[in-house]
């Protein structure tokens, strides 16, 4: 089982929207739209090189309100308490289980989505952001 097998499991349980297999880019009105639609947003921490890095997704999906699944590395650890404002899977089968469990249970999954939010808002945001720019300069 690979994670797009998983993803066409579910599809017929939610609706699921995979960005990769988009054939033009989107607008990031159309992004931004769908992340505010969406409850859990998936992403793929490993990278070209075969190493695990914090994509922009991630901050993208939390300040839209949406639960960040991912997989299991430890760039986002440095940032984001697991289990608590984002949630790491270790395979397709855990990834299947986590998400049939998040979405039985609306609360829990908007509990974990409001942390990721509330930590992405405060400490990850751009007038942070810039600040930070402007003093290094």
């Known amino acids: 089982n690979n994670i797009l ?4 499991r579910l599809q017929n349980k939610c609706r699921i929207v995979i960005l990769r297999s988009c054939k033009k880019r989107l607008s990031y009105q159309t992004y931004a739209d769908i992340l505010n639609r969406s409850k859990i947003s998936l992403n793929l921490s ?4 075969n190493y695990h890095q914090v994509k922009a997704r991630v901050y993208e999906s ?3 309100g949406t639960l960040v699944l991912e997989t299991t590395n ?3 650890t440095k940032r984001f308490q697991v289990g608590k404002e984002i949630l790491h899977f270790k395979s397709s089968k855990d990834l299947l289980r986590k998400i049939k469990l998040l979405l039985s249970k609306p609360r829990t999954l908007d509990k974990y989505a409001a942390a990721g939010e509330k930590k992405a808002k405060s400490v990850y945001n751009s007038r942070i952001f810039w600040k930070k720019i402007i003093n290094a300069i």
Not at 46 to 49: K, T
């Open 46 to 49: 490993r990278s070209i090189g």
């Open 62 to 64: 939390m300040n839209a």
């Open 74 to 76: 430890n760039e986002t």
């Open 5 to 8: 097998d998983v993803l066409k």
